[in-house]
């Protein structure tokens, strides 16, 4: 097999894996497996689930691309090769155990969160 063909599969293989363990993360009840005795039920939890992990790519997408437009602002020297390598599947800032609140907050005038400044020590260290 040729080497840029291998690459490629294992760029394709490290996408998927990626998004199946964000994907994982999110759907963490019973240990990521799906337990319905109905087809149509278990069709219905893998929709639910592919709804919500496509909402946190656009959301880690938005604010990725906002973060780097803040760096690029700054004057902060981005290599396209290392920006190109990003992932829309991060997920460690994700808290799937927990309080939830439904009420909207107030995002301001830009109707968006404000980014954290990257000198405050971090919220789960």
């Not at 981005?78 to 997920?91: I, K, W």
Request: glycine fraction near 10%; aromatic fraction near 10%; proline fraction near 6%.
């Amino acid at each position: 097999m040729e080497e840029p063909y291998r690459r490629d599969i294992k760029g394709i293989r490290n996408l998927q894996e990626s998004r199946h363990a964000l994907a994982g993360k999110i759907f963490h009840g019973r240990k990521g497996e799906v337990y319905q005795r109905y087809y149509k039920r278990m069709e219905d939890q893998l929709g639910a689930l592919g709804l919500v992990l496509n909402c946190v790519t656009l959301w880690n997408t938005f604010y990725a691309d906002k973060a780097l437009g803040r760096l690029r602002d700054a004057g902060y020297p981005l290599a396209e090769e290392d920006v190109a390598r990003l992932s829309p599947f991060g997920r460690r800032h994700i808290n799937v155990i927990g309080t939830y609140t439904f009420a909207l907050p107030d995002l301001g005038p830009a109707g968006v969160r404000e980014l954290r400044d990257p000198d405050e020590p971090d919220w789960d260290d």
